[in-house]
């Protein structure tokens, strides 16, 4: 079965100090690996997608990097603005089909 | 109207009511989704439609009934439902089947 851990739980930075949300995941048939940001009440908001090892993309304060077997979402010099609660899906083969599964995601709050 | 978009955005609803939530995507995409999200917990997936097609239903609960009339529009009829049907319902669509999806901003549904 497929499984995404999303540590830490819970986060909170002062504004301009930098850290990593991890993404660990177990798949057979890894796709894609996605990043979300959700505000509460609203829909999570796409961020990166990543497709192999190695891969890293970049926006504003963002950066996601992907291995065989985690992500990292690297915020530098964080604003309040920033947050919100970081979710991390993989999609993989399952069933004839590619299946999304999501983590429970990384409660951020970056404190002026 | 852009993206996806969801109606209502607040539901309180009986026991013994039936009730219906809307999903309008305006972005070309083929594939939507409803997905169920409930506090601590990740994402569930509930009901994948492909071109109009439903592939995937998560052994969902007979109260909940979706209709894809057409690519562009998604319903989830609600019947019947209980107190620990109340969550966060987002609907989802992606050009194709668990590519990249983009989320619309929920319906918060309340079962009293």
């Known amino acids: 079965e497929d499984q995404v851990t999303q540590s830490p739980e819970a986060l909170r930075l002062q504004e301009g100090e930098s850290s990593s949300l991890n993404c660990s995941y177990t798949?057979?048939?890894?796709?894609?690996l996605f990043w979300y940001r959700q505000d509460p009440g609203k829909g999570p908001e796409f961020l990166f997608t990543l497709y192999s090892a190695g891969e890293e993309k970049e926006k504003e304060r963002l950066k996601a990097t992907l291995t065989k077997k985690e992500s990292f979402l690297h915020i530098t010099a964080p604003k309040p603005e920033d947050s919100a609660t970081y979710l991390c899906a993989v999609q993989a083969h399952s069933g004839g089909y590619q299946k999304v599964t999501f983590g429970t995601g990384t409660k951020l709050q970056v404190i002026p | 109207e852009t993206g996806v978009t969801q109606t209502p955005r607040h539901l309180v609803m009986g026991m013994t009511n039936k009730k219906s939530l809307k999903c309008e995507q305006h972005l070309g995409h083929n594939a939507m989704y409803w997905y169920k999200q409930s506090a601590k917990k990740p994402l569930e997936l509930m009901f994948v439609?492909?071109?109009?097609?439903?592939?995937e239903n998560n052994s969902v609960p007979s109260r909940f009934s979706p209709e894809c009339p057409n690519s562009s529009h998604l319903f989830l009829h609600l019947h019947t439902l209980q107190p620990e049907d109340s969550a966060l319902y987002l609907c989802a669509s992606s050009q194709v089947v668990s590519e990249t999806q983009y989320f619309g901003p929920g319906t918060r549904l309340l079962v009293l």
């Open positions: 439609y492909s071109l109009e097609e439903r592939v």
């Open positions: 798949v057979s048939g890894l796709r894609g």
